[in-house]
């Protein structure tokens, strides 16, 4: 069973982890109080860890704050950049409320445990637990981490991994560090609209089998001799 101390605990990690990373920002509590529409008193309890914060309410901090959501779970963190117009974050949070409960309905499901099980295991009752299912309430993350322990299912599963707004923003954003690893001689080639050919026959003879290879190595040496 899910004791009051884990809970408390993880609450805590995870507010010290949203306060750092709203200070990284340069955000203030209000700042954060207005995307999530309560009050800044509340992202305050968040970050005392007096607060559980739902998944859906930390993903559309962490994008408000420009850190990936997997900060929050393993230590990874990125650079703040530019701003951006600001999502509908209350209908982006209704929505994965909904996507998540149907996660934990299936698996639950699928595993053959039942809602009375469930709520012996997090201490609350059935009716709350079929409220979480059916996206009708916000899951404290400890209580989501427990239930996904349980459930057999990692937490990555229920990470926005979708074409979502919250999603395609971290897409970009590894897509854009892949491409600045480059070597800079490299980087400057691709970056030329000319060379979209050449790259896309690099792009064909990388597909291309061992023999295919040979044959068109061989031809070029006929051309050349």
Same mark, same amino acid.
């Given at each position: 069973?899910?004791?009051?101390?884990?809970?408390?605990?993880?609450?805590?990690?995870?507010?010290?982890?949203?306060?750092? +990373?709203? &200070?990284?920002?340069?955000?203030? =509590?209000?700042?954060?109080?207005?995307?999530?529409?309560?009050?800044? #008193?509340?992202?305050?309890?968040?970050?005392?860890?007096?607060?559980? =914060?739902?998944?859906?309410? @930390?993903?559309?901090?962490?994008?408000?704050?420009?850190?990936?959501?997997?900060?929050?779970?393993?230590?990874?963190?990125?650079?703040?950049?530019?701003?951006?117009?600001?999502?509908?974050?209350? #209908?982006?949070? +209704?929505?994965?409320?909904?996507?998540?409960?149907? &996660?934990?309905?299936?698996?639950? &499901?699928?595993?053959?445990? $039942?809602?009375?099980?469930?709520?012996? &295991? @997090?201490?609350? $009752?059935?009716?709350?637990? $079929?409220?979480?299912?059916?996206?009708?309430?916000?899951?404290?993350?400890?209580? @989501?981490?427990? @239930?996904?322990?349980?459930?057999?299912?990692?937490?990555?599963?229920?990470? #926005?991994?979708?074409?979502?707004?919250?999603?395609?923003?971290?897409?970009?954003?590894?897509?854009?560090?892949?491409?600045?690893? =480059?070597?800079?001689?490299?980087?400057?080639?691709?970056?030329?609209?000319?060379?979209?050919?050449?790259?896309?026959?690099?792009?064909?003879?990388?597909?291309? $089998?061992?023999?295919?290879?040979?044959?068109?190595?061989?031809?070029?040496?006929?051309?050349?001799?």
């Amino acid at each position: 069973m899910l004791t009051e101390e884990a809970k408390t605990l993880r609450n805590k990690i995870l507010g010290v982890l949203l306060r750092d +990373a709203r &200070l990284r920002a340069g955000k203030t =509590l209000k700042d954060c109080a207005a995307v999530l529409n309560c009050s800044p #008193d509340a992202i305050a309890q968040f970050e005392l860890g007096h607060k559980p =914060l739902s998944l859906p309410q @930390l993903e559309v901090l962490a994008y408000f704050l420009d850190v990936p959501i997997s900060r929050f779970f393993d230590g990874y963190d990125l650079p703040p950049e530019e701003e951006h117009p600001l999502p509908p974050f209350a #209908d982006i949070m +209704a929505a994965r409320r909904r996507i998540i409960g149907a &996660l934990l309905r299936q698996r639950r &499901l699928e595993t053959g445990h $039942s809602q009375k099980e469930c709520a012996e &295991l @997090l201490g609350c $009752s059935t009716g709350r637990i $079929s409220q979480y299912e059916f996206g009708q309430r916000d899951i404290p993350i400890p209580e @989501l981490e427990t @239930l996904a322990e349980f459930l057999s299912i990692p937490m990555t599963r229920f990470f #926005d991994e979708t074409a979502s707004t919250l999603a395609r923003h971290w897409q970009i954003k590894r897509e854009i560090e892949r491409f600045m690893a =480059l070597p800079p001689d490299v980087r400057q080639f691709v970056a030329e609209p000319g060379n979209a050919l050449y790259l896309q026959v690099a792009m064909r003879l990388s597909e291309a $089998s061992a023999d295919t290879l040979r044959r068109i190595a061989e031809s070029l040496l006929d051309i050349t001799y």
